[in-house]
């Protein structure tokens, strides 16, 4: 509990860099589903970027927060975004782009984070030793004005690529299973379907033999590199 106490400051930024980086990723998928012809996201208010209208009280606030606890990145989910395939212009490929739209608005936004962060860098000498100090001990490791917030941005861009990353698990219902689905052919896409009922069954499977964090460890790896060399 101790150990939670003093990692407290620095959970608390890390999920408001998720509850950022979620409304962003939910709002993509409303935003081309209406572009594709189906208004059912803007009708219920989700094309927006208040995190109040995406929580799922497990996946956006119980997960992360477990994740967060003992020190693993965050990751989570939010209410799905809904969408009606018939009101689609293409009903077979349409329903992927929509889905792939969460995903590329994260890696967009991880993309603007980090050139700001690479600004940061070179305008910063300090840049370094702070954003190292923060990752060794915490959000609390580094003072100064520009400590919380170099790792409010690093929080943002790391959260935002794990995010595009897990999203794109071929495992329903993630998004990387509607493009899958696109690609099957009818008789095999309805058993594809089938298999969302055990999504978060295999998806906890990967937390718990650690082979999601072999699959995200290499662009949070990249990520320090960037930042770090």
Same mark, same amino acid.
């Given at each position: 509990?101790?150990?939670?106490?003093?990692?407290?400051?620095?959970i608390?930024?890390?999920?408001?860099?998720?509850?950022?980086?979620?409304s962003?990723?939910?709002?993509?998928?409303?935003?081309v589903?209406?572009?594709?012809?189906?208004?059912?996201?803007?009708?219920?208010?989700?094309?927006t970027?208040?995190?109040?209208?995406?929580?799922?009280?497990?996946?956006?606030v119980?997960?992360?927060?477990?994740?967060?606890?003992?020190?693993?990145?965050?990751?989570?989910w939010?209410?799905?975004v809904?969408?009606?395939?018939?009101?689609?212009r293409?009903?077979?490929?349409?329903?992927?782009?929509?889905?792939?739209a969460?995903?590329?608005s994260?890696?967009?936004?991880?993309?603007?984070?980090?050139?700001?962060?690479? /600004? +940061?860098? %070179? *305008?910063? &000498? #300090?840049f370094?030793?702070?954003?190292?100090?923060? @990752? !060794?001990?915490?959000?609390?490791?580094?003072?100064g004005?520009?400590?919380?917030?170099?790792?409010?941005?690093?929080?943002?861009?790391?959260?935002?690529?794990?995010l595009c990353?897990?999203?794109?698990i071929?495992?329903?219902?993630?998004?990387?299973s509607? /493009? +899958?689905? %696109? *690609?099957? &052919? #009818?008789?095999?896409h309805?058993?594809?379907?089938? @298999? !969302?009922?055990?999504?978060?069954?295999?998806i906890?499977?990967?937390?718990?033999?650690?082979?999601?964090?072999?699959?995200?460890?290499?662009?949070?790896?990249?990520?320090?590199?960037?930042?770090?060399?």
């Amino acid at each position: 509990m101790e150990s939670f106490v003093v990692r407290l400051p620095e959970i608390v930024i890390q999920l408001l860099a998720f509850a950022v980086a979620i409304s962003v990723h939910e709002s993509a998928h409303g935003w081309v589903a209406e572009r594709l012809g189906d208004p059912t996201a803007r009708w219920l208010g989700r094309i927006t970027l208040n995190p109040l209208k995406h929580i799922d009280p497990i996946g956006t606030v119980l997960f992360p927060l477990m994740l967060a606890a003992i020190g693993a990145p965050i990751i989570g989910w939010a209410k799905p975004v809904p969408f009606v395939s018939r009101n689609l212009r293409n009903p077979r490929r349409d329903p992927a782009l929509v889905g792939l739209a969460g995903p590329a608005s994260n890696l967009a936004l991880a993309v603007v984070v980090t050139a700001v962060l690479l /600004v +940061v860098k %070179a *305008l910063f &000498p #300090p840049f370094r030793a702070v954003l190292s100090a923060m @990752l !060794e001990h915490g959000a609390l490791g580094a003072t100064g004005i520009a400590a919380p917030l170099i790792y409010l941005l690093f929080s943002l861009a790391m959260i935002n690529i794990v995010l595009c990353v897990f999203n794109l698990i071929p495992i329903p219902p993630l998004d990387g299973s509607h /493009v +899958v689905g %696109a *690609l099957l &052919p #009818p008789a095999w896409h309805w058993r594809w379907v089938q @298999l !969302e009922r055990y999504g978060f069954l295999l998806i906890f499977a990967l937390l718990w033999t650690g082979l999601l964090n072999i699959v995200l460890r290499p662009f949070v790896t990249g990520l320090l590199w960037i930042l770090l060399s």
